[in-house]
């Protein structure tokens, strides 16, 4: 049986996106309180070995020949890099001649083995979701010696020396990052981490919309101000 699960194809830019996911279950180096997934019973940050790679390989060969696809997005449930067979999964791709888009949380892009993995890649997606290291710790409860500082310099470390196209995914949370203090200091970590593309999102599950989603409105005024930033 195979360990991946895929979305629908969908259309962007005139390219057709087909969203991957290379993980059996939730396996994590974060815990956010928000996470769409539920909890992390597996809070890793090594290497994982699932089983086989080719029946994976297999079906999305198929996949991608019946969907067409142009890009492949590696989205998967958690940190994608912690799968071992990810740098086979993303050669596997390029040999087909397609697009790769990976998404992590960015804190791994800091040690060099998941930066080379990364680095094969077309794009890559790093994000951040809060700005004090006491929230850091308290809603995204990461491993154990993790700080928000290293987080931040791990992604623009990464993007420094990365070829590809890096898009920086913020994520606006009522009352953590979304006063005008916080959002000039989201301004300064655009600044450090210099990316291709700023992406301003909001928490749009139902259980925590409510608690820690923001307005339409106030989407669109700190998104403008982000954007114009970058
Ligand atoms: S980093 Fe993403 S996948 Fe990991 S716990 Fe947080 S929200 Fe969930």
């Given at each position: 049986m195979s360990?991946?699960?895929y979305k629908d194809v969908y259309i962007e830019e005139g390219k057709r996106v087909l969203e991957v996911n290379i993980l059996p279950e939730k396996y994590c180096n974060f815990d956010c309180i928000f996470c769409p997934i539920g909890r992390s019973k597996n809070k890793v940050d090594s290497p994982i070995s699932f089983n086989e790679i080719d029946v994976d390989l297999n079906e999305l060969d198929n996949k991608i020949e019946e969907t067409k696809a142009d890009l492949i997005f590696i989205n998967s449930k958690g940190e994608a890099l912690i799968n071992n067979k990810i740098d086979k999964i993303i050669r596997f791709i390029k040999n087909k001649g397609l697009i790769v888009r990976l998404l992590s949380n960015g804190y791994l892009l800091g040690k060099d083995e998941y930066k080379k993995i990364a680095n094969d890649c077309d794009e890559v997606i790093g994000e951040i979701k809060v700005i004090t290291e006491e929230d850091?710790?308290?809603i995204q409860r990461p491993?154990?010696?993790?700080?928000?500082d290293k987080y931040i310099s791990n992604v623009a470390l990464f993007n420094k020396q990365y070829n590809g196209k890096f898009i920086f995914e913020i994520t606006i949370i009522k009352g953590y990052n979304d006063d005008e203090k916080s959002i000039n200091e989201l301004k300064d970590i655009i600044t450090k981490i210099n990316p291709d593309k700023v992406i301003v999102s909001r928490i749009e599950e139902e259980i925590f919309k409510k608690k820690l989603g923001i307005s339409d409105e106030e989407l669109q005024k700190i998104s403008k101000e982000l954007l114009s930033y970058n």
């Open positions: 360990n991946f699960s850091f710790q308290k491993i154990e010696g993790y700080t928000l």
